[in-house]
Nanobody, 114 residues
Framework: QEQLVESGGGLVHTGGSLTLSCLASGFSLSSGLMSWYRQAPGKERQLIASISSSGTPNYIDSIQGRFTISRDNAKNTVWLEMNNLQPDDTAVYYC????????WGQGTQVTVSS
């Protein structure tokens, strides 16, 4: 069974850091675009970062310079390192595989207290 499992969320204070992990099982992560999304309360799910199979990252402006997406295909894992977290970063964070059929993880909650 193909799965993506996110972990690493939690409660931090403003300015804190967290690193999220997305572990793939049942398939190889070696090819294809992977992304992190987030969904804040009452808002739509938003694409925030992507990484190509070769490791080229892309970010939305609001996280540029604070978040880093990375991947290790041998470990079948994608990470999102988040620094200088702000209350507006509070959301459920999801990873997604774009190659068909697309696949989502179950999400991990990140809460940033002011």
């Amino acid at each position: 069974q193909e799965q993506l499992v996110e972990s690493g969320g939690g409660l931090v204070h403003t300015g804190g850091s967290l690193t999220l992990s997305c572990l793939a099982s049942g398939f190889s992560l070696s090819s294809g675009l992977m992304s992190w999304y987030r969904q804040a309360p009452g808002k739509e799910r938003q694409l925030i970062a992507s990484i190509s199979s070769s490791g080229t990252p892309n970010y939305i402006d609001s996280i540029q310079g604070r978040f880093t997406i990375s991947r290790d295909n041998a470990k079948n894992t994608v990470w999102l390192e988040m620094n200088n977290l702000q209350p507006d970063d509070t959301a459920v964070y999801y990873c997604k595989r774009w190659s068909q059929p697309s696949l989502w993880g179950q999400g991990t909650q990140v809460t940033v207290s002011s």
